[in-house]
């Protein structure tokens, strides 16, 4: 897991020739996704069984009886993006009762670690700073994404979601007014996503390959755009971030089901859904409701969670399954194009192969609708929506309805063996 910079580096460069990837690697522009309303209510769990201690064929695996399902749902999400999977996270001054419950947080299997507008705290509401590696400096750090970066301080906290308990994570508190301005190679990155309008949401929820958003490349190296110390001064430069300081997948910290989620949504008819609700479970291979039965298993490089997609004789090797994209990505002669995004006269379907380092492969059937008629309806769940990628293929959200797909976390024991690897 020590390499897990690699990952989180590699895939928001992969989808930096992706206009539509915003937060955790999605959204749309809104100039083509606009919507009606404002945030929708609480969604509901759905696909879920009851937590049990059922045994399971590999004992080293813990087993656990405690809530793992997080709601999650796809509705009117802030800035009318369409196809952001959201949920609320609670977050508290850690080891205390102290806590704010935020909505809107984007879920995003293609990121590590929580990350919160500092805006969307309570008046009052603070949060001890983590420090910067060797220095008397506090920790800020520029997580770059495909739409933007986020420059924030590194702070830490308590994270409460389904009954568990991250206790004492690092997480990151973006525009935190503490900080200085983002430094020039952070702030050069591509547009900020500092506010409800930039990022799409009020944070986002990383629960990726990975327990670290950077991993050893961070520990042992003053990376650029990654990690900074920043002084009293109002000086931030570029430093190193011990693994324990790195903002973390919190996922990884709960004491049980801590060795991946899956994902859990409904399909979606051509047309699209308003709203969609499903759930956000912990653990594989953990309960009675997240094993993976007859699910096909793709194992990830260790080193950069990627996969390879072969589609239209093409062949992708810098692949991988992100619910924080709102859209297929991949590049095609086959379909038009409106924009940035695909618009056939009619629904077609196509076809790929996703295969693991280990030569596996599985055939994946997918739709990829008229984007424009798409915009057009007042709905905000889609599983054929599609857009150019000049490199990679991006497996974002439409992937994930009617289907079960995990995400089982590095160096982590399930019952299917070490992660990294996805199923479904």
């Known amino acids: 897991m020590k390499p897990a910079f690699r990952l989180y580096a590699l895939v928001l460069v992969a989808c930096a020739a992706l206009a539509a ?176 309008a930039g990022l799409h949401s009020n944070g986002i929820l990383g629960v990726g390959l990975f327990s670290t958003d950077c991993g050893g490349g961070c520990a042992n190296a003053a990376l650029p755009r990654w990690y900074y110390s920043c002084t009293a001064s109002g000086a931030c430069t570029a430093s190193m971030q011990a693994l324990a300081q790195q903002v973390t997948n919190p996922v990884s910290s709960f004491p049980l089901d801590n060795n991946g989620v899956v994902i859990d949504l409904p399909a979606v008819a051509d047309a699209g859904a308003a709203s969609v609700s499903g759930s956000l479970i912990f653990g594989i291979g953990t309960q009675a409701n997240n094993t993976l039965g007859g699910a096909s298993v793709v194992k990830a490089n260790s080193v950069t969670g990627y996969v390879t997609t072969t589609s239209g004789g093409q062949t992708y090797a810098l692949s991988y399954l992100d619910s924080g994209s709102n859209g297929l990505f991949f590049g095609s002669s086959q379909f038009p194009l409106c924009g940035f995004w695909y618009c056939p006269t009619s629904t077609q379907t196509a076809s790929a192969s996703i295969t693991g380092i280990d030569g596996v492969s599985n055939t994946v059937s997918f739709n990829v609708g008229n984007s424009s008629t798409l915009f057009a309806s007042s709905n905000n769940a889609f599983d054929n929506l599609a857009g150019m990628s000049s490199q990679g293929f991006g497996w974002g959200l439409p992937f994930f309805y009617g289907r079960r797909v995990y995400t089982a976390i590095a160096s982590r024991n399930t019952s299917a063996g070490t992660g990294p690897y996805y199923a479904f």
Do not use: H, K
Request: net charge negative.
């Open 21 to 196: 990837c915003g937060g955790g690697g999605s959204s749309s522009t809104s100039s083509t996704s606009s919507g009606p309303g404002s945030s929708g209510g609480t969604p509901s769990s759905s696909g879920t069984s009851t937590p049990s201690n059922t045994p399971n064929p590999n004992p080293s695996v813990p087993q656990s009886n405690t809530p793992n399902v997080q709601p999650v749902a796809v509705g009117v999400s802030p800035n009318m993006t369409r196809n952001m999977l959201t949920t609320s996270v609670t977050i508290c001054q850690a080891g205390t009762s102290t806590c704010a419950t935020i909505d809107d947080i984007q879920v995003d299997t293609g990121s590590n670690g929580l990350r919160i507008l500092a805006s969307a705290l309570p008046s009052g509401f603070t949060l001890p700073a983590v420090a910067a590696a060797g220095t008397a400096g506090v920790a800020g750090e520029c997580a770059v994404f495909g739409s933007g970066y986020a420059w924030g301080s590194v702070r830490s906290a308590d994270v409460r979601m389904a009954g568990q308990l991250a206790a004492s994570i690092p997480v990151q508190l973006i525009a935190d007014p503490a900080l200085p301005a983002a430094p020039t190679d952070c702030a050069n990155s591509g547009p900020a996503m500092l506010t409800v």
